[in-house]
């Protein structure tokens, strides 16, 4: 087996499993806020004195939040380009369920790391299979 074939028998197992999605898997009930969104992919922009811009992929501002926790929730609950997204009020709950999910996504990482590392000992390439698997599936994880 090649990297290649790696890649894609893990694109495959992880959509047949059916990914969680988020934050519906991962989020309690709360207050939350609703935001329209573009229904494109949105990049973290620059820190302006503590708040972080949202930015499309043409570079254009799409908003500002107040915290990274809630730009890194916006990122992972635009995995499907949605034009309507509720955030969760309290920062709190916005940071327990940005960590459930980074959780959840280190799981996936950790079962293709034990699988490339049985297949592939001593080869040093996993962070780009990694980051290849994800892009497949538009998955991100942020640090």
Not at 61 to 70: A, D, F, I
Not at 94 to 112: A, C, F, M, P, W
């Amino acid at each position: 087996m090649d990297e290649k074939n790696f890649i894609s028998l893990w694109v495959k197992a992880l959509n047949d499993e059916s990914i969680k999605i988020f934050p519906e898997d991962f989020a309690a009930a709360c207050e939350c806020q609703n935001y329209t969104l573009p229904g494109k992919s949105l990049l973290i922009g620059k820190d302006f004195f503590g708040e972080y811009e949202l930015i499309s992929a043409e570079g254009l501002e799409v908003l500002r939040v107040n915290s990274y926790e809630k730009a890194k929730f916006f990122i992972y609950a635009n995995r499907s380009k949605p034009k309507h997204l509720s955030v969760p009020i309290d920062n709190s709950v916005i940071k327990d369920t940005t960590t459930k999910y980074e959780k959840y996504l280190n799981s996936i990482i950790k079962r293709i790391n034990q699988d490339y590392r049985k297949k592939f000992s001593g080869s040093k390439n996993f962070t780009e299979i990694i980051n290849q698997i994800f892009n497949h599936l538009n998955l991100v994880r942020l640090k």
